[in-house]
């Protein structure tokens, strides 16, 4: 099994950043990719970015780009999630999600982190 713990939500003003850390434990050689996805109240809950795990490969939606950069650290099995120009629309419980493929979908994905909320004032 894998183990995801999530760090770095909180409240913020629009235009902050925060960074979410994401580290991975247990049985990481199965990982090939992590994303990071979030979930706003009363909706789905839908990827923000991917990356693979050897190869670096990214994907970030659009609503994102420019903002929100999303990068790993294999030596300490860590994901990252820098966030810039935060915006009251990224108000969401944010999860970081490792799996075998790089997909957008999150049945892609088998293991979970608890989330951490992010919250961005106007």
């Known amino acids: 099994q894998v183990q995801l713990v999530e760090s770095g939500g909180g409240l913020v003003q629009a235009g902050g950043s925060l960074r979410l850390s994401c580290a991975a434990s247990?049985?990481?050689?199965?990982?090939?990719?992590m994303g990071w996805f979030r979930q706003a109240p009363g909706k789905e809950r839908d990827i923000v970015a991917a990356i693979s795990w050897s190869g670096g490969n990214t994907y970030c939606v659009d609503s994102v780009k420019g903002r929100f950069t999303i990068s790993r650290d294999n030596a300490k099995n860590t994901l990252y999630l820098q966030m810039n120009s935060l915006k009251p629309e990224d108000t969401a419980v944010y999860y970081c999600?490792?799996?075998?493929?790089?997909?957008?979908?999150?049945?892609?994905?088998?293991?979970w982190g608890q989330g951490t909320q992010v919250t961005v004032s106007s």
């Open positions: 999600a490792a799996g075998k493929y790089l997909r957008v979908g999150t049945r892609s994905y088998d293991y």
């Open positions: 247990g049985r990481t050689s199965s990982i090939y990719a």
